[in-house]
C-alpha cells in the first residue's frame, strides 16, 4: 500500500488525515527537544563540529533517523549557519566568538514523519543590534503562523512576515523558502515570507509545511559560497532565521516543533 495517505490539491499540496497530527507532533518535538538539549552547550569556543555530533547522538540514542545526512550529498545532522551565514552553514573545527550568534537547523524522522525546526543562539555577550534581528526574527514567524487559517491564503502568510520585517527596516531573504512536508522532507507549496494578501494557494485543514523566515539587517540578497552549501548575505550583514513545522487545523495551526522546555526563544536567558 501506500504510504501517503489523504488526498493532493490541484496545487500538489497533499491534505492529511486527523491521524497523521500526532506522527508530526512526536517527530517535530523530538527535534524541538534536541534544540532545547544544546542551548547549554553553545558558548565560545565551542565549535560547531561538536555540536552537530552531539545533534546526531541525539538523534540515534533517541531511535529516529537525520534527514539530512544523505540528503542531496549532505553529510551532517544539522545545518549551523554563523552571523551572516543565511542557511545551510556545514558544521565543522571553527570555534565560536564572543558575540556570535547562530542558527542550528534539525530534521529527524520519526515512524516515517518529518520534524523540522531551527532556532537562534548566541555564544558570550550578545549585540544589541544582534538582539534586535533576533527578536524582529522570531516575532516574524509568529506572525506569519498567526495568519494561517483554512480559507486564508499562503500569500497572507508572507505579507504577514514581510510586512512586520520591512516596518523594523529589515529586509526578508527572496532566495530561500519554507515546505510542505510530512512523510517527505520537502514537497509543495513553497512557503514565500513575503507576498501579497489573497494570493497564493488556499489554506486547508489538513496541509502540513514549514515556515522558516530568514532576516537580513542589511540588503536581502545572498550568495552560495563554492562548498555548494553554504549561504551568506552579499553585503555581509548579519542574518537570523527561526523555523516551525506546523499543521492547519479547523481554527488556526498546530505548531509540531514547540520546546518541550519554553527554550525556543530566546534560549540564552532560560
Ligand atoms: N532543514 C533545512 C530546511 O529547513 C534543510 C536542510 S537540507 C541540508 O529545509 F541538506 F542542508 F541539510
Ligand atoms: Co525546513
Ligand atoms: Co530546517
Not at 501517503?4 to 490539491?9: E, W
Not at 566568538?97 to 530534521?107: A, E, F, M, S, Y
Not at 497564493?200 to 539587517?217: K, Y
Request: a neutral charge.
Amino acid at each position: 500500500m501506500n504510504k501517503h495517505r489523504g488526498r493532493l490539491t490541484r496545487e500538489g499540496i497533499r491534505i492529511h488525515e486527523d491521524s497523521d497530527f500526532a506522527g508530526m507532533h512526536k517527530a517535530g518535538e523530538l527535534a524541538a527537544r534536541i534544540l532545547d538539549e544544546i542551548a547549554d552547550h553553545v558558548f565560545v569556543g565551542q565549535s560547531t563540529g561538536a555540536l552537530d555530533k552531539m545533534i546526531e547522538d541525539k538523534v540515534n540514542a533517541a531511535g529516529a533517523k537525520s534527514a539530512t545526512i544523505g540528503y542531496k550529498g549532505y553529510r551532517h545532522a544539522s545545518c549551523i549557519s554563523v552571523n551572516h551565514v543565511v542557511c545551510h552553514g556545514i558544521p565543522g573545527d571553527k570555534l565560536l566568538k564572543d558575540g556570535d550568534i547562530l542558527n542550528v537547523d534539525v530534521t529527524v524522522i520519526v515512524d516515517g514523519w518529518f520534524g523540522d525546526t531551527s532556532r537562534m543562539y548566541v555564544a558570550g555577550k550578545l549585540s544589541r543590534k544582534a538582539e534586535r534581528l533576533i527578536q524582529i526574527t522570531h516575532d516574524s514567524l509568529m506572525k506569519g503562523i498567526e495568519a494561517v487559517k483554512p480559507g486564508k491564503t499562503f500569500g497572507d502568510i508572507g505579507h504577514a512576515i514581510q510586512s512586520f520585517v520591512e516596518a523594523h527596516r529589515m529586509s526578508v531573504v527572496r532566495d530561500f523558502c519554507g515546505h510542505g512536508l510530512g512523510r517527505v522532507f520537502h514537497s509543495p507549496p513553497n512557503v514565500l515570507h513575503y507576498g501579497r494578501p489573497g494570493t497564493g494557494p488556499v489554506l486547508e485543514e489538513g496541509m502540513f509545511f514549514t515556515i522558516e523566515p530568514m532576516v537580513n539587517l542589511g540588503r536581502p540578497e545572498t550568495k552560495v559560497l563554492a562548498d555548494d552549501w553554504t549561504a551568506v548575505t552579499r553585503d555581509k550583514s548579519l542574518s537570523a532565521q527561526f523555523e516551525h513545522s506546523i499543521g492547519v487545523t479547523a481554527n488556526g495551526a498546530e505548531i509540531f516543533t514547540l520546546s518541550p522546555a519554553g527554550r525556543f526563544y530566546p534560549t540564552w536567558t532560560a
